[in-house]
């Protein structure tokens, strides 16, 4: 099993899962253009990939997703909350789910939990192969003891360090943005990741990546030192999945 990111950040997001014959790709925040260009630099191209998984209806997630379906014909799955306002991927495409079920596509079992997030329906996943399990968090405003249930004893982790709060606090967006960025539903700031990781089973931690970092509210060299503090390791340890380069491929053996 395996996984990489084609780009993550409030710009677009995109994210591949590979376990046997079945390749899913985790939003698409990208144009078509973009995603095969991005696809091409991990090897892949967009005929390979078997379905699309959708986290929520936020453009920087879900914009290329309906275009990227209708050129290709690949089934789409999101939660019913989702499909309602979002309404570019219809008919036979369309694979709605309960967030709160598990379900398998191909060779994946896909196992999704509702997080808070200032969207109708928003969920996140663990993805899994049978033996190895790879979990991703991101666009989540806290913390919950649902989540720490869901990610405990993953082999992967995709972790959202959007902010550091004291960057936020000191810079330039609005009150109103800053606001909404650190709430209750917003995005988890680098300390909130960090409290968060401390309080799961990690023992089987081959891969802990940063993602969805603000560009304007955080650095890597802040997020990294947030995890390594949490899971005691060396901060050169920790990936960044970047928002240009995203984040090759990654096996889980």
């Not at 997630?61 to 991927?89: D, E, S, Y």
């Not at 943005?177 to 300390?191: F, I, Q, T, Y």
């Not at 990741?193 to 940063?210: E, F, K």
């Amino acid at each position: 099993m395996r996984f990489a990111s084609l780009g993550s950040g409030s710009r677009g997001n995109a994210t591949l899962i590979e376990a046997g014959a079945t390749c899913l790709m985790l939003d698409c925040g990208f144009s078509i253009r973009e995603i095969e260009r991005r696809l091409a630099r991990q090897g892949k191209r967009a005929e390979e990939i078997t379905a699309v998984l959708v986290t929520h209806e936020h453009g920087d997630h879900i914009r290329g997703v309906g275009p990227l379906a209708r050129k290709f014909g690949m089934p789409v799955w999101m939660t019913g909350g989702t499909a309602q306002v979002h309404q570019a991927v219809t008919g036979d495409v369309l694979r709605v789910f309960n967030p709160h079920e598990s379900f398998t596509v191909g060779d994946i079992q896909v196992d999704p939990f509702p997080v808070p997030h200032d969207a109708r329906e928003p969920c996140q996943f663990v993805f899994g192969d049978g033996a190895r399990r790879l979990g991703v968090l991101t666009d989540t405003g806290s913390p919950t003891d649902y989540i720490r249930r869901a990610l405990d004893r993953c082999d992967a982790l995709l972790l959202e360090c959007n902010h550091d709060m004291q960057m936020l606090a000191a810079g330039s967006y609005p009150p109103a943005l800053k606001a909404r960025v650190g709430g209750r539903v917003g995005h988890l700031s680098n300390e909130q990741a960090g409290t968060l990781i401390s309080g799961i089973d990690t023992g089987s931690l081959q891969h802990l990546v940063a993602a969805h970092l603000s560009e304007k509210n955080n650095t890597p060299a802040l997020a990294r030192a947030a995890l390594a503090g949490a899971v005691s390791c060396d901060a050169d340890w920790i990936a960044v999945a970047t928002q240009t380069q995203g984040l090759d491929w990654r096996e889980i053996f």
